[in-house]
T-cell receptor
C-alpha cells in the first residue's frame, strides 16, 4: 500500500461545478499536510496548508480527518484556470522528517 | 522579492559525463531539497539538507551527490550520467523540516 494515495482522475467538470478530491495516508505519524497544484511542465506551487480545524481560502476548502487518515480539497465554482494536477503532500515525523508526495489528481475544467 | 532559482533550465548531456545542477534560494531557508519527477512515479526525493554542511540521502540517491557550503545553494551532481537519470529535477526549500516547501522552476535533463 502506498503511503499517500490519490485518485489519479482525470476529473472532467464544467465551469461553475464543485469538485472534491480526497487523499489517504497510511502512517499515523503524519504531522503536516498540504495541497499543491502543478501545471503541465511547471513546478508544484503551494495551494494551501491543511489544518485539523479545516481551512478555507476563497473558493478552496481543505479538511483533515485524522481518525480516518485522509485529507480533502473542495473547489467551488470551478474556473478554466483551475485545470491542473493537484498534489497531496504529507510530512511524517518518525524521529526524522519525511516528505511524501501523492501522485496527483488531474482536473480538467471545461467551458 | 525572495525566490528560488535553478540553472540550467534545460540540459542535454552524454552518458558518463559529470553534470551539476544549480539551486539558489534567497529566503535564507535552512532546509533544501532535490527531487526528480518522472511519469508514473511522481516526485521522488534525491537528497536534502537541513543546514550548512548537512546533507542526507533520500529515496533515490544512488548516482547523485550534494554539498552545502552556504545557506543559499545546494548544487546537485550526477557523478556519471546515465540514461535512467533523464528526468525533470526540482529544487525546493523550506523554513523548517515540517513546513511547506517552495519549488524552483525545474531543470529538464536529457542524458543521451
Amino acid at each position: 500500500r502506498k503511503e499517500v494515495e490519490q485518485d489519479p482522475g482525470p476529473f472532467n467538470v464544467p465551469e461553475g461545478a464543485t469538485v472534491a478530491f480526497n487523499c489517504t495516508y497510511s502512517n499515523s505519524a503524519s504531522q503536516s499536510f498540504f495541497w499543491y497544484r502543478q501545471d503541465c511542465r511547471k513546478e508544484p506551487k503551494l495551494l494551501m496548508s491543511v489544518y485539523s480545524s479545516g481551512n478555507e481560502d476563497g473558493r478552496f476548502t481543505a479538511q483533515l480527518n485524522r481518525a480516518s487518515q485522509y485529507i480533502s480539497l473542495l473547489i467551488r465554482d470551478s474556473k478554466l484556470s483551475d485545470s491542473a494536477t493537484y498534489l497531496c503532500v504529507v510530512i511524517l515525523n518518525t524521529g526524522g522528517f519525511k516528505t511524501i508526495f501523492g501522485a496527483g489528481t488531474r482536473l480538467f475544467v471545461k467551458a | 522579492d525572495a525566490e528560488i532559482t535553478q540553472s540550467p533550465r534545460h540540459k542535454i548531456t552524454e552518458t558518463g559525463r559529470q553534470v551539476t545542477l544549480a539551486c539558489h534560494q534567497t529566503w535564507n531557508h535552512n532546509n533544501m531539497f532535490w527531487y526528480r519527477q518522472d511519469l508514473g512515479h511522481g516526485l521522488r526525493l534525491i537528497h536534502y539538507s537541513y543546514g550548512v554542511h548537512d546533507t542526507n540521502k533520500g529515496e533515490v540517491s544512488d548516482g547523485y551527490s550534494v554539498s552545502r557550503s552556504n545557506t543559499e545553494d545546494l548544487p546537485l551532481t550526477l557523478e556519471s550520467a546515465a540514461s535512467s537519470q533523464t528526468s525533470v529535477y526540482f529544487c525546493a526549500s523550506s523554513v523548517g523540516p515540517s513546513r511547506e516547501q517552495y519549488f524552483g522552476p525545474g531543470t529538464r535533463l536529457t542524458v543521451t
